[in-house]
């Protein structure tokens, strides 16, 4: 049996490869097509994901587009200045799920990713994908550790860093750029990048974050080293202080 002081630490690992997957790929690849990712490293995201997330990719995308097309105004999913910081906090998930089996807004937002033949067969059946993912845990780890480790990142991705995101970063924080979101260089280390959300809604289409030498993206560097092994190619374009509008100081 693993020693329990080992549990967490697997716990937020496995965290921080969902979130950096969530980022460069549900979030910057097919969101906002900043990347073109090579068929192997697609197949490779949409496993890990649906291993640690459950998650379908078109309901992730179609929730996240609208919140792009109707950010901190009537339709927007998960907006704290709508809804209130600690609505989003604590009831992020719900927001998510009840936007997520909207045939309408899938429909809508996410036409371009029609189901192909994989999502049918696996992908799609996304309480099997946690249950092997929580599984695959038990069997190194032992029943009880994996079950932590497996609760403990669930806690971490969906309770916390997720919530963050979609709260905080509409909230409060630094800004760059003349918009609704605000940018946290100190959550941005947890989440992938994904807290500099000032400058992601300055230019959606941006493939890096960041913008100030104080500001680091993890992500941008998972980018860099899945280019250098031709498995993605940078296609937006980058991102600058004059993007978006004037820089606010």
Request: charged residues 15%.
């Amino acid at each position: 049996m693993t020693d329990l002081w080992l549990v967490p630490l697997i716990a937020i690992a496995l965290t921080q490869a969902a979130v950096v997957a969530t980022s460069v790929y549900l979030h910057r690849a097919l969101a906002h097509r900043a990347l073109v990712v090579h068929p192997v490293a697609d197949v490779l995201f949409r496993a890990a994901l649906w291993l640690t997330t459950g998650m379908r990719r078109q309901a992730w995308v179609a929730v996240h587009r609208k919140h792009h097309a109707f950010t901190d105004r009537e339709g927007d999913p998960h907006s704290p200045r709508l809804l209130g910081l600690w609505c989003v906090q604590l009831l992020n998930a719900y927001y998510y799920q009840r936007e997520a089996r909207n045939p309408h807004t899938i429909r809508t937002f996410a036409p371009d990713l029609p189901e192909d033949r994989l999502d049918r067969l696996i992908f799609s059946r996304g309480v099997v994908g946690l249950a092997l993912g929580t599984a695959l845990l038990c069997v190194p780890l032992g029943v009880v550790p994996g079950l932590i480790a497996a609760l403990t990142h669930a806690v971490l991705y969906v309770g916390v860093l997720a919530p963050l995101i979609n709260g905080v970063g509409h909230w409060r924080g630094a800004q760059n750029f003349e918009n609704t979101a605000y940018n946290s260089t100190v959550l941005a280390w947890l989440t992938g990048g994904e807290s500099l959300h000032n400058n992601h809604h300055a230019a959606p289409r941006a493939p890096k974050f960041s913008v100030r030498p104080a500001e680091f993206d993890p992500s941008w560097l998972v980018i860099r080293a899945l280019a250098a092994l031709r498995l993605v190619v940078v296609v937006g374009p980058p991102l600058s202080l004059s993007a978006g509008g004037r820089a606010a100081r």
